[in-house]
């Protein structure tokens, strides 16, 4: 947590310091005849608002939020019509749609439903199915020493502006379930697509400062502390999920044993169990906070920084799935992390934050290991240095659909 406390301040430092400034191309000589459509989100099954979803022209370069009515004035040009409009959140599943079919409001599909649990004579109840996964997890998932690599893009914007984006290819030793700290990523190409004015970053560590596998750390996983948790079944519309035990999880828990973070906050998600094996398919886990006064020494530990905020919204996401099998355990494969947040200054100043960053795991090696040293955050640091790593653009192209 240490690590993450670090992570954000040096995030929130860099971005407040700096002063954004778009390079010089023809767009900028467009700018003026730029169009506006008004645009609201909402949830497409009760048609609520649907606050702070990113919209995105990723061709053009144009990153947007929309505010706490689920509304943004999204900027385009006439050239812009045949490009493709992103729409993604941490509630919601990402579609995309061509703008010149874009309408002004956007009904939006949520993850998945949640229901009532019902107990069905026969039928397991899910806390019986968790229990019995939490018991089959060294058996089904690693538990020794293992070698992989690691594709990842990282994006981070401001108030809509991409302040900096790249994607690195590194190198990593894990321990899987006993393992007790963060990976070392060991940098082996990097591409930077969009690099800031003022590059505060300068190690792997950095980026990927917080814990990923929700086998090694989440608390609804955990043999005692799960049963602590409201648990029910989900179901879901689509019929791929039908060989999976779905189960959500929530707690009215806002400590650090249950939730894993420093600050009070709503801890929920789901759990994606196979039927066939009790295996873990996929966890998905969400935090939702609004801080102020006091509380927010807690997530700034900076009783000097959080003075001159009246509140912050912060919410998180993590999504991890597990679907390399080798030799019958099952190995993570891939690992999405969200985050946003809206910082409320007394001035009236506002910003909006998002930070995401998604990794597929591959080449799984279990048998000629090779042992990376854990760089510790303050510690000299080589394996995990952003330098000398730069790629041809071409190379990237292998990765371009993740």
């Not at 941490?90 to 009904?107: A, G």
């Not at 409201?230 to 519309?237: A, C, F, P």
Request: aromatic letters at 14%; one cysteine or more; charged letters at 30%.
């Amino acid at each position: 947590m240490k690590k993450l406390l670090l992570f954000s301040l040096l995030v929130s430092a860099s971005i407040s310091a700096q002063n954004f400034s778009t390079k010089k191309t023809n767009q900028q000589s467009e700018q003026t005849t730029y169009q506006y459509k008004p645009i609201t989100t909402k949830h497409k099954k009760t048609s609520e608002i649907l606050p702070f979803v990113n919209i995105s022209n990723e061709k053009r370069g144009i990153f947007r939020v929309t505010n706490d009515h689920g509304e943004i004035e999204f900027p385009y040009l006439e050239t812009h019509l045949n490009d493709t409009i992103t729409f993604s959140g941490i509630d919601i599943e990402t579609f995309k749609v061509p703008l010149k079919r874009l309408k002004n409001t956007v009904y939006i599909d949520p993850i998945f439903n949640t229901l009532d649990e019902v107990i069905i004579a026969g039928k397991r109840s899910p806390e019986s199915v968790l229990l019995e996964t939490i018991k089959k997890i060294k058996k089904n998932h690693p538990t020794s020493l293992h070698n992989y690599k690691r594709y990842s893009k990282v994006t981070s914007n401001d108030n809509f502006k991409t302040f900096f984006e790249l994607e690195l290819l590194a190198n990593e030793c894990n321990l899987g379930y006993h393992q007790d700290y963060i990976s070392t990523l060991a940098l082996d190409k990097l591409h930077w697509i969009v690099e800031p004015k003022k590059n505060h970053f300068q190690y792997t560590s950095q980026l990927f400062a917080f814990r990923e596998n929700p086998i090694q750390y989440a608390n609804i996983l955990h043999k005692r502390k799960h049963k602590k948790f409201e648990i029910s079944y989900v179901t879901s519309d689509s019929e791929k999920n039908d060989e999976y035990y779905i189960i959500a999880f929530k707690t009215d828990k806002k400590n650090w044993n249950f939730t894993n973070k420093t600050y009070p906050t709503s801890y929920f998600g789901t759990v994606f169990i196979r039927k066939k094996d009790f295996s873990i398919a996929k966890v998905v886990e969400k935090w939702e906070t609004m801080l102020t006064g006091n509380e927010m020494d807690l997530f700034t530990n900076s009783k000097k920084i959080s003075k001159k905020l009246s509140s912050i919204l912060i919410k998180d996401e993590k999504t991890a799935l597990f679907n390399t099998k080798i030799d019958g355990k099952y190995y993570a494969s891939t690992f999405v992390n969200k985050t946003f947040k809206n910082y409320h200054y007394n001035s009236g100043k506002k910003i909006n934050r998002n930070f995401i960053v998604k990794s597929r795991l591959f080449d799984h090696e279990l048998e000629n290991v090779k042992e990376i040293p854990f760089e510790q955050y303050e510690n000299e640091k080589i394996e995990t240095a952003l330098k000398n790593k730069e790629t041809p653009e071409s190379f990237w192209k292998q990765f371009s659909e993740y």
